[in-house]
DNA sequence: AATGAATGAGCATTCATTCAT
DNA sequence: TATGAATGAATGCTCATTCAT
């Protein structure tokens, strides 16, 4: 996660040896019901508690099973954020198909709109891939990258606005990106992690607001 | 703590058993041998991968000995922390003696070098911070508190800038303060996990002008 | 992000299901052989003393097999007294059947003969018995109600008896009941535990004299 | 305890080697208060859970200073079972003063009372005493002598009433007396570990027929 | 492929006993 | 003597990973 306003991608990233496809589709089955099972697992346990007995049982398959689809809890873990980013790009994908429509203020406000709205959405696993990400540093890695690439479009769109004269010369496209994404992506973990009380809608528009304040773009 | 500079202790815990403060100047000084191996600890290696063995060995005190102080990893992080955030507050409190001088924005940039300037010095521990909040609930309530404290102050700064009519209306006072406090701490996070070659100097001086233009804050 | 609650909870979980019965012939070898180390140990070496080490290399498993099917050195020692039970009740059962052979006294000669043997057969385990029984509560209980199940049995028996007028109506049965089953199981236990020159029959014959005696039950 | 009807002393038995009684009036009393701290916690929470720790807080002295006066948690233990013995010896003697007194069976129905109402009175230290047994060598050579001590001196009597014909020669007086002192030992052991609802009076008026009758001493 | 048993490294923790002041 | 800190041997227990059917 971590990803943040206008964004969410992935997939690029170079996977890293992992094992085959299953051949039958039993074995897909098996390996799909893994899936699932970490899903719950690391939701409701944890990245640390939860155990690899537990996604077993949890997915109706036998203890040693786990092996021949996964070497370990890491590596089921990646195979899930890679399928959790897979969703949320698939669900970003349809609104942002017209991203440039409407005004600045308008794009971004459907952007944070999007993000908060697939946070909350999964927010059982987006919380444990924070945590995660402090323990293993392949996922770090995934993160990273997820956020670099979000950091880089706002980068070009600042750079863009800048150039338009829309956004104030004074502001470094870099730290500002890098800024209000993790202003946003941070919001939503807070808001995740304990549910506190904030409303979505409202939510996407103040943080809207106060990302287009900061660029000097106006807002309504 | 960990939102911003300052935080207040908190202690308010009571101490088990486990005594406080050690009766003998040669207990006191054992008991200090191992917080410090333990901020060594901690940082070299991780709130997870730091064994206990580890801070005895470095603190060159019996494995044993620990438990005369401590009853668990858990409490001498908690122990550790506590340590820490009266030196961040001290250190805080002297610069912000004079926080209501000069300009809104001139304040919101000196409590953001001085925020970024304690957490970079502490990089170590703040971000292993990060980790075990994740891993401890009560390090995670302390955390929250923390933080807690830090939007407080700022809801009510919004709030009278908003009474004197400097920041506008639309902006609920509450979310901008959660995003905006979460916005420094998640730079500052970010910058010290992988030492991103952010400049402290025009990273305070970028996020404070982020930070006054979201609110409608005239800047330089 | 960073923030988050989850984490520490955790332990509440649960008991990786011991299965009572392993699934497979090779587990239940495996469970069985520890089980019959646990007999040879505890015999040995006592309650407090046997360690859960010695009895898996004494059967021949991995340290951490133990914990496939027992959760700790007082369950184990719970399932070897369910199973020692068990074969006390069967081997008491077949001379028990013709139980109301005979006269009073044959018949309480009997009873007694039974018990000293099958105590003395197993002397190795009951006097350890009688020690966990001092250390655990749940073996505590197991043995009292044991003893409750003879205490009932022979309060029976003796209310019938002073029904028929062939016991005096002055003794109590539930206290004559407790006191002749202590007398006699405290007898074994002093026997066995010092190997004290006793010899069976002469010790039943003696026992039962007594006892007989003591409810004014006639004796040849 | 163990020791049974007719019986309780102990002295006579070879003090092992102990440390000598404290030259000052301050040491005597440290060495009595860690005896008084003792017993309650012996009795409290058993031998086993006793921790030298505990009888240290409790009796109000440094930790270390325990073994100033002891060298293990067996030699207090042992210290504290001799100053017990010394106890029931004292309020045992002043009713056994008149021992000879009476009848037969009014003997027996006295030493029994006693005996009972010294082990209840003592419940607390007793039960512990008898684990204790379980577990420490020279604790369970200490029962085993009272214990005999006790056997030896009914031995005589009976043979003493054998001879003048008021008890059957069927009965064989060593047998008879380990049995009854048994009988007794382990009812009053029974009584005071579960707290079951006997009566002192009842229990000690039904064990002394019980084993009168079961020597064919006449009863009322 | 599936199963479930086997393995053992790895660490925490307790507490009796010794020592330095 | 009194104190309280220091020591470290002794074990229990977990769980990821490997293996034999």
Chains 1, 2, 3, 4 share one sequence.
């Not at 990400?133 to 392949?138: Q, S």
Request: negative net charge; proline residues 2%.
């Amino acid at each position: 996660m971590t990803e943040t306003a206008e964004s969410a991608a992935t997939d690029a990233a170079a996977t890293p040896a992992r094992r085959a496809v299953p051949a039958t589709a039993r074995g897909r089955r098996s390996r799909q019901a893994l899936l699932d099972a970490a899903r719950v697992v690391f939701a409701r346990d944890g990245f640390t508690n939860a155990r690899i007995t537990d996604i077993s049982d949890e997915a109706g398959v036998a203890h040693g099973s786990f092996y021949t689809y996964f070497k370990s809890k890491d590596e089921i873990f990646l195979a899930l954020i890679e399928e959790l980013e897979e969703d949320l790009r698939v669900s970003g994908d349809g609104e942002r198909a017209g991203a440039t429509d409407g005004s600045a203020y308008a794009r971004i406000l459907r952007a944070n709109t999007d993000y908060l709205t697939a946070y909350h959405d999964n927010r059982g696993i987006m919380v444990v891939w924070e945590q995660a990400a402090t323990l293993n540093e392949e996922v770090a890695e995934l993160r990273s990258q997820a956020s670099e690439r979000a950091v880089a479009r706002i980068v070009r769109s600042i750079e863009h606005m800048q150039t338009a004269g829309d956004v104030p010369a004074a502001i470094d496209a870099r730290y500002a990106a890098t800024a209000l994404t993790g202003m946003v992506s941070n919001f939503a973990y807070r808001w995740c992690l304990r549910d506190e009380d904030f409303e979505l809608d409202k939510a996407a528009e103040q943080l809207s607001r106060l990302w287009a304040n900061a660029l000097g773009i106006p807002t309504p």
